[in-house]
């Protein structure tokens, strides 16, 4: 499985994942089977992006889409069901501070 980083950019916000070990030359987001089969993984560790240009700002969308792809939720909570993917029954219990 190809191995993936996840930063935030303190400054803007923005979160993202690069794949910075691939399994295979050219395998990444879009050719890897292990993310294009629609499990549920756990969080990579994720790093403060110090001298890593944000995709969104410093880049300015123009990324390869292979090896970045931004974050746009990131979900904490557990799941009550048989499996942890969408498709497997159950209820997905979110956290949330009031």
Known sequence: MCLITHYRDFHCGHRWATVTQPCYPGMGFDACPKF?????????????AQGEP???????????????????????????????DAADPGCDVACCVM
């Open 54 to 84: 944000c995709p969104k700002c410093d880049l300015g969308n123009v990324y390869d889409r292979n090896v970045v792809r931004v974050v746009t939720k990131v979900r904490y909570g557990f799941r009550w069901g048989l499996g942890p």
């Open 36 to 48: 294009t089969d629609g499990k549920a993984r756990p969080l990579p560790p994720r790093l403060v």
